[in-house]
């Protein structure tokens, strides 16, 4: 069986390393952090993602999985290493190679001692170009090898969720290997094939800038399906009587379109998705070329927070004074994550507009806290975070707000006005009781006679 090592610890390189230390694989991880590898060594996740603490503690048991400090031992003692590093963005919404490029020389620098030939795959989402420019080049400057012959090159992007990370290690629609040449490609397909078995998706082979661009194309093609279903969602808020998640259920049922990321919302936030599109845009600009339907998507994003403050004001008047309560602060259900979270977008702007914040969420209370400290105020409960606030905000669709009643709202709050922002209630319950408003939702229709 190979032995993988994985370079950086993040979501993909944590998780990924998890799924092929239990499916036998002897697995190295590396990171610079000796905070995290001491966590990660007694089995607990430096983040909050279902099952992988499990999973974790039982790859550690039975010592499939290691954790180690710089990149050497991981090198040296697999034969495949993964880069799994952060590519954070510019200021200007380009992608920051740093700790690409100081990984692919020191993977480089290792190769030079290793007799046996090795495989490097880039995972780390980066600009067209980057593995064959950067990478190759750093490799081969540094082992003063040559790349398709002494080690094997290739990129393979991801396409885990967070939240779902491990079902999406495990149950890939597809896998794309951009090969450096066909050995290499070679390699890592034999790599999947003994990882997924009888169970292996399509496997899509292609050349490395075009392997490197499908990442971007996935997620920009998402983020667009979202910010098309909020559209028409805005469109419906205008209509008596129309209803965005009767559409998307409709539409959704032509195969072309699928009935899949169709939930119409406050916008799409987290690590990935800003971070790609604006880097998709950066570096089309940067060949000449303006994507308008991604600027316009990105435009688009950001009306949402806007369109939001709008409907609270449209209730309250004034948002001077008034308690606002935030329910749902991560930047979807079932991660910690608060990264590009919508709740921070609209928490700032309220804030700005001298309304009082009141936050819950069942997951990411420590990391709201270290953004927003003194200038909010923290709830323990959803009814805690209600009480006495003049507008409710349903940012995120977490199973514990869909349990909550109208009389949650009504017997807490102050005024009891609810802004629905993911559709989790039913509206002929919710209307009857409360000021229920809703994205996608047009005001009720009269009653026909
Ligand atoms: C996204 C992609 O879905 C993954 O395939 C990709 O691997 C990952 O980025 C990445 O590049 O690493 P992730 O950011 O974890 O995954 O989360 P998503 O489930 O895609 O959600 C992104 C945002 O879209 C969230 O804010 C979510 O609330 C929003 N969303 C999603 C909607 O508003 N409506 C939907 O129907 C689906």
Redesign the pocket.
Known sequence: MHKVSFVGMGY?GLCTAACFANKGFKTIISTNDPKKIEMINKGIPPFYEPQLEELLKKVIKNKNLKAVVGRKEAILKTDTSFITVGTPSNPDGSVNLRFVEETSKEIGKTLKKKEDGHLVVVKS?VPPGTTEKLVKTNLEKQSGKTCGKHFLLCFNP??????NAIYDTLNPDYIVIGGYNKKSAEALETLYKEFHKENSPPIIKTNIPTAELIKYA??AF?ATK?TFVNTIANICEKIPGADVTKIAEAIGKDHRINPH???A?L???????PK?LKALIAFSKKLGYNPTLIQATCKANQDQIKFTIQKIQKELKTLKGKTIAILGLS??PDTDDIREA?STKIINQLLREGAKITAYDPMAMPNIKKVFKEKIKYASSPTKCLKNADCAILVTEWEEFKKLKPEDFTQNMRESILIDGRRVYDPQEFSKKLRYIAIGLGEPLKPQL
Do not use: A, H, M, P
């Open positions: 993909v989402t991801e396409f885990l969720r967070e939240g996935n997620n998402l979202i990321f169709l939930n919302g916008g799409w936030g987290g690590s990935c998705f790609d930047f979807k919508r």
